[in-house]
């Protein structure tokens, strides 16, 4: 198990690696560039080759990197799908420049064209992109809106097409809004079967550990500190606890008010980790925690309105 934080690159992305390390992260996600904006400037190559330096001196794995939130691959708008595939086209070459492992979408909007157009549609997107490196996550949503990607059986499609090329970004607060009760350890376990049985086993590779701002089933987007929401630590605890979920990366996307929120946060799933014997060192003087198990066998949104 290793755990690490969504980094602001606001000082450059080789500064988001000292600040992954400052708060003892093993792992670490970014945007490459302002999520909120279509406008992208070409990063220098001695920022690339640094930025590679930094994270393999720090023995940070894996590097993560989150779509901007504009994109909507999913769009059946023509005129916003291709502005989308361009970015995103601009956005797989540079992670892939810059060594990162996983590539973590938000699957978009259908716009009321339906889930199953929605999917077609992203789909076409990404296969240029399903066996490149980085390797592509699908993130689950909340369910809001017209999104898709709020019932893990809405990825059905895409991994009857791309199979293990793609992956999944498991997020505790969108599945919790999105209705599954992950509180129960057997509410869990039966989704997480049903993920092996129906996606691929061992579909789920990263973890974006939120606790929930808005109660189950809500289909609200709202992230909150660890502890401090309708999910609390104990949910943390049943996935930390996990043979599978308890081996994968977890990475925090809550509020960032300070950077000590990020730090509380990180303590107290190490905390949980070393109680499941998952991390053997919680490290709070801000070196990394240490993996401790090896993979084994798995079980048989913002809104978007581009």
């Given at each position: 198990?290793?755990?690490?934080a969504?980094?602001?690159?606001?000082?450059?992305i080789e500064?988001?690696?000292d600040t992954a390390?400052?708060?003892g992260?093993?792992?670490?996600?970014?945007?490459?560039q302002?999520?909120?904006?279509?406008?992208?400037?070409?990063?220098?190559?001695e920022?690339i080759?640094?930025?590679?330096k930094?994270?393999?001196r720090?023995?940070?794995?894996?590097?993560?990197?989150?779509?901007?939130?504009?994109?909507n691959?999913?769009s059946?708008?023509?005129k916003?799908?291709a502005m989308?595939q361009a970015?995103?086209e601009k956005?797989?070459?540079?992670?892939?420049?810059l060594?990162a492992d996983?590539?973590?979408?938000?699957?978009?909007s259908h716009?009321?064209?339906g889930?199953?157009?929605?999917?077609?549609?992203?789909?076409?997107?990404?296969r240029?992109f399903?066996?490149s490196?980085?390797?592509?996550?699908?993130?689950?949503?909340a369910?809001?809106g017209?999104?898709?990607?709020?019932?893990?059986e809405?990825?059905?499609?895409l991994?009857?097409?791309?199979?293990n090329d793609?992956g999944?970004?498991?997020d505790?607060?969108?599945a919790?809004?999105a209705?599954?009760?992950i509180?129960?350890?057997?509410?869990l376990n039966?989704?997480?079967?049903a993920?092996?049985?129906?996606l691929a086993p061992?579909?789920?590779?990263?973890?974006?550990?939120n606790?929930?701002a808005?109660?189950?089933?809500s289909g609200l987007?709202?992230?909150q500190?660890?502890?401090?929401g309708?999910?609390?630590?104990?949910a943390?605890?049943l996935?930390?606890?996990?043979?599978y979920?308890?081996?994968?990366p977890?990475i925090?996307?809550?509020?960032k008010?300070?950077?000590?929120?990020?730090?509380?946060?990180?303590e107290?799933?190490?905390?949980?980790?070393?109680k499941?014997?998952k991390?053997?060192?919680?490290?709070p003087s801000?070196?990394?925690a240490i993996?401790?198990?090896k993979?084994?066998?798995p079980?048989?949104?913002?809104?978007?309105?581009?």
């Open positions: 198990m290793r755990t690490g969504h980094i602001w690159i606001g000082e450059g500064k988001a690696v390390e400052m708060l992260c093993g792992c670490f996600q970014i945007f490459l302002n999520p909120r904006s279509w406008k992208r400037r070409k990063r220098a190559d920022e080759s640094a930025f590679k930094s994270v393999k720090s023995n940070i794995k894996p590097v993560v990197v989150h779509m901007p939130y504009i994109l691959l999913a059946p708008d023509k916003i799908a989308s970015l995103f956005e797989m070459i540079e992670a892939e420049s060594g996983y590539y973590v979408i938000h699957p978009g716009r009321g064209a889930i199953e157009a929605g999917m077609k549609n992203l789909a076409a997107s990404l240029p399903a066996a490196s980085p390797r592509i996550l699908l993130e689950n949503t369910g809001q017209n999104t898709i990607g709020g019932r893990w809405d990825f059905a499609y991994f009857g097409r791309f199979g793609i999944l970004c498991f505790t607060a969108h919790f809004q209705g599954y009760n509180k129960d350890e057997e509410k039966e989704m997480l079967g993920i092996s049985t129906n061992g579909a789920i590779l990263l973890i974006h550990a606790d929930s808005s109660p189950m089933g987007d709202r992230h500190h660890i502890g401090r309708y999910l609390g630590e104990e943390f605890e996935l930390v606890k996990d043979a979920c308890g081996t994968l977890f925090i996307e809550t509020p008010s300070e950077i000590n929120a990020d730090r509380k946060n990180l107290i799933l190490r905390t949980i980790g070393m499941y014997g991390i053997n060192k919680l490290n801000g070196k990394k993996l401790d198990k993979m084994v066998r079980h048989n949104v913002t809104s978007i309105n581009l």
